[in-house]
T-cell receptor, first 115, second 116 residues
Framework: GDSVTQMEGPVTLSEEAFLTINCTYT??????LFWYVQYPGEGLQLLLK?????DKGSNKGFEATYRKETTSFHLEKGSVQVSDSAVYFC??????????????FGTGTRLLVSP | GAGVSQSPSNKVTEKGKDVELRCDPI?????LYWYRQSLGQGLEFLIY????????KSGLPSDRFSAERTGGSVSTLTIQRTQQEDSAVYLC??????????????FGPGTRLTVT
């Protein structure tokens, strides 16, 4: 079945550093790709998404580009803040036989940003 | 507006007992999903409801797990004869529609289940 692989954490950065969290996927079709974020004590929130190849999703300074040739969707931010400390999940939508699309998640990457 | 709500936020139960977890989706969302977040397995899909259609139960790990959705709104996930490996955070999500286009899934805060 479809799967998502993302880099293990924790990723520890100083404030204003550049962030990259790698994500690659395996899929038989053409899934949509997502980054979700989970702040401490809170639920999962959609950070950004891309629905087709070469699309770039962006939100709150974060970006990710859907690269079909490398089956990747790496998350980047030019200058992280302490408030970005959270767990980041890469996910794809996997269309089931019933027609609906469930989310398949990576294992999550914890980001710790220090002042 | 109100987001997805789940109750209880925490549940501690003894091995062998039954538990019920509740999810209240966003009003107007026809699709509802249950996921489980555990240390060993990460985030995994459990079950999906779309309107009044039969649910997709393909992710349920065993027949001890069941779920229902009454009136196309509130859903209850039931785990019978709980085992320690059922300890996890159970997440509920809802979206405008599940089939065809990809709609954003909005997640609730989760129920942390601990089986002792």
């Amino acid at each position: 079945g479809d799967s998502v692989t993302q880099m293990e954490g924790p990723v520890t950065l100083s404030e204003e550093a550049f962030l990259t969290i790698n994500c690659t996927y395996t899929a038989t079709g053409y899934p949509s790709l997502f980054w979700y974020v989970q702040y401490p004590g809170e639920g999962l929130q959609l950070l950004l998404k891309a629905t087709k190849a070469d699309d770039k999703g962006s939100n709150k300074g974060f970006e990710a580009t859907y690269r079909k040739e490398t089956t990747s969707f790496h998350l980047e931010k030019g200058s992280v803040q302490v408030s970005d400390s959270a767990v980041y999940f890469c996910a794809l939508s996997d269309r089931m036989n019933t027609g609906f699309q469930k989310l398949v998640f990576g294992t999550g990457t914890r980001l710790l940003v220090s002042p | 507006g109100a987001g997805v709500s789940q109750s209880p936020s925490n549940k501690v139960t003894e091995k062998g007992k039954d538990v019920e977890l509740r999810c209240d989706p966003i009003s107007g969302h026809t699709a509802l999903y249950w996921y489980r977040q555990s240390l060993g397995q990460g985030l995994e899909f459990l079950i999906y409801f779309q309107g009044n259609s039969a649910p997709d139960k393909s992710g349920l790990p065993s027949d001890r797990f069941s779920a229902e959705r009454t009136g196309g709104s509130v859903s209850t996930l039931t785990i019978q004869r709980t085992q320690q490996e059922d300890s996890a955070v159970y997440l509920c999500a809802s979206s405008r529609e599940g089939t065809g286009r990809t709609y954003e899934q909005y997640f609730g805060p989760g129920t942390r289940l601990t089986v002792t």
